[in-house]
């Protein structure tokens, strides 16, 4: 069922020398290397060609093996293989190993690729076209400012096809320290790891930032009272430890965001739909991005009683960029910062970047579109967590920047050791701001890890130097870096320090509503707020429930 057969002695040896392989010898070993090979990218996969008399089945059963072509010895290749779980199937499109139902695309060899232009130029290669202009993927020559403005100018479209940070014609600077100072009102890091006000780490507080994802509701609410008791307060200057909440709009209780919020913790939005599509994100245009954050946003101020201007944060659905339809949004519509894009386990954690210049760091994901242009916006980097049960010894892993990935975490003793290491991590070498990202269900079925995690964050705070402190006062501290013999008096965190009293309301109103084209499995549903009732469901386009869609 295998085309395209070279010789086995020669593939045999060029598969064997590829560490780990070993065990797909004698699959690998009659495949043509150089026609699966020649001109593929290393980090991209495919699938081996049937015959033409293949029927779906024997698609079906190859579909959760896929092929990477790597390094072997005199700069040849080879040809490494994968394979899915059981019951998963590889998604050549999205690159990963997906829930067999979720993949349709078992008949496709090769990752679609788009046209792209002649650009950038190797060492020593000149170009065909004037002055600055750029040769088209179709042949004519196009302005180079004509590239990535989100308008096919080419008559193939591949001047939008290299729209990436280290692509983009028309990219951002790459950080200069010289020229940008601290005391000039600029501050930028060439990799990402340099302190604000060049302080040293000891005079450095460690932030550390505990978010969650999703909808608040009556469950998991109580979660949270749990891991943000008033009695956890961060030594260091007597405030109450505070977390960040990314709501989803879809089942989200109002009345206990308004409670959150009157406590301290910091609201931001991470969409009204949360489509589970991640290319929705990814092609999404800025008005689009605009009704679903800003819709979220506005939902958020009118039924959790949130004065306009606070809620400035948002994290995009799926771990999905929007590149730079979604950050002129950002900037158009007022928002401070995104958290989002998620930086890989490098030698050191990175700090927080504004997008004035280029990113400090890879663009991490398949497919992934992160922003190339200059913007006034905060990125919150999500930094991927070390998982390894012992740092020292284990070999390395890739790292998951949200808790819920760190599959191999089992039991509370691993959660806890996990925990400790990764803050040793960050507080050992440059203080960078700690992320703990969750999302929102993830205790509500794991309640020895509860247990765990908040006795961890009792005993953090209280250990001295450790802050449970907001996205929004993470920048706070970035733009008046304040030494740790100071932050007693840090005003930026003294807002809420410590909050007291009953909620607003202890009866909400449950706002009942039916809307079966975008809920058909829910009879009805229920939005619970202190205010007044919509007419209908917010939702896309209506955020406010006035009646404006026909649901």
């Given at each position: 069922m295998i085309r395209r057969v070279t010789t086995p002695l020669l593939a045999l040896f060029l598969v064997g020398y590829a560490a780990g392989q070993a065990q797909n010898l004698f699959e690998t070993a009659e495949l043509d290397v150089e026609y699966y090979c020649n001109g593929r990218f290393e980090n991209e996969f495919f699938r081996i060609e049937l015959d033409p008399e293949a029927t779906d089945e024997d698609y079906n059963q190859?579909?959760?093996?896929?092929?990477?072509?790597?390094?072997?010895?005199?700069?040849?290749?080879?040809?490494?293989?994968?394979?899915?779980?059981?019951?998963m199937a590889f998604d050549i499109k999205l690159q990963i190993c997906q829930i067999r139902r979720e993949v349709k695309n078992c008949h496709v060899v090769n990752k679609p690729r788009d046209p792209v232009p002649r650009w950038p130029l190797l060492d020593g290669e000149q170009s065909e076209c004037p002055g600055t202009d750029i040769q088209c993927g179709s042949g004519e020559c196009m302005p180079k400012d004509r590239f990535c403005d989100n308008h096919p100018d080419c008559a193939d479209g591949s001047d939008e096809n290299i729209c990436t940070p280290d692509k983009d014609p028309n990219r951002a600077d790459v950080c200069d320290p010289r020229s940008c100072r601290w005391e000039k009102g600029c501050f930028c890091s060439v990799d990402g790891t340099r302190i604000p006000g060049d302080l040293i780490p000891a005079q450095t507080p460690q932030m550390i930032t505990v978010t969650f994802t999703g909808a608040v509701n009556e469950r998991n609410f109580r979660?949270?009272?749990?891991?943000?008791?008033?009695?956890?307060?961060?030594?260091g200057n007597d405030c109450t430890a505070k977390g960040t909440f990314f709501l989803s709009h879809a089942f989200t209780n109002y009345s206990a965001v308004q409670e959150l919020h009157r406590k301290g913790h910091e609201i931001a939005v991470n969409s009204i739909t949360t489509n589970k599509d991640p290319y929705y994100w990814t092609n999404l245009t800025a008005a689009d991005y605009e009704a679903e954050m800003d819709g979220a946003r506005l939902i958020t101020e009118a039924f959790a009683n949130i004065s306009s201007g606070e809620i400035l944060g948002l994290r995009v659905p799926k771990g999905r960029v929007g590149g730079n339809q979604q950050f002129q949004m950002m900037v158009d519509w007022g928002f401070l910062y995104d958290s989002s894009i998620a930086a890989p386990l490098g030698r050191l954690p990175l700090w927080p970047y504004t997008l004035m210049h280029r990113m400090p760091h890879k663009c991490l994901g398949t497919d992934q579109n992160c922003p190339s242009r200059n913007f006034t916006v905060w990125e919150m980097v999500m930094n991927e967590l070390d998982r390894r049960d012992d740092p020292q010894f284990d070999e390395r892993l890739t790292g998951c920047h949200y808790v819920d990935q760190c599959a191999n975490i089992n039991d509370p003793k691993q959660f806890r050791a996990f925990l400790e290491h990764n803050l040793a991590r960050h507080y050992s070498t440059n203080r960078a701001p700690l992320g703990l990202h969750f999302t929102a269900a993830f205790f509500e079925t794991r309640k020895d890890f509860l247990k765990e995690f908040v006795s961890w964050v009792s005993e953090t705070a209280k250990s001295g130097d450790y802050y449970f402190v907001t996205m929004q006062q993470v920048i706070n501290w970035m733009e008046l870096p304040t030494e740790i013999a100071a932050i007693q008096n840090f005003g930026e965190w003294k807002g809420k320090c410590e909050v007291q009293g009953l909620p607003y309301c202890s009866l909400p109103n449950p706002c009942p509503s039916k809307v079966p084209r975008l809920f058909p499995h829910e009879e009805q549903m229920f939005l619970h707020t202190c205010e007044e009732c919509p007419r209908t469901y917010p939702w896309l386009y209506d955020p406010l429930g006035n009646g404006y869609n026909d649901f």
């Open positions: 190859k579909c959760g093996e896929y092929y990477r072509c790597i390094p072997a010895p005199g700069g040849k290749k080879a040809l490494s293989k994968g394979t899915c779980q059981t019951s979660i949270f009272q749990d891991i943000f008791k008033d009695t956890t307060k961060n030594k």
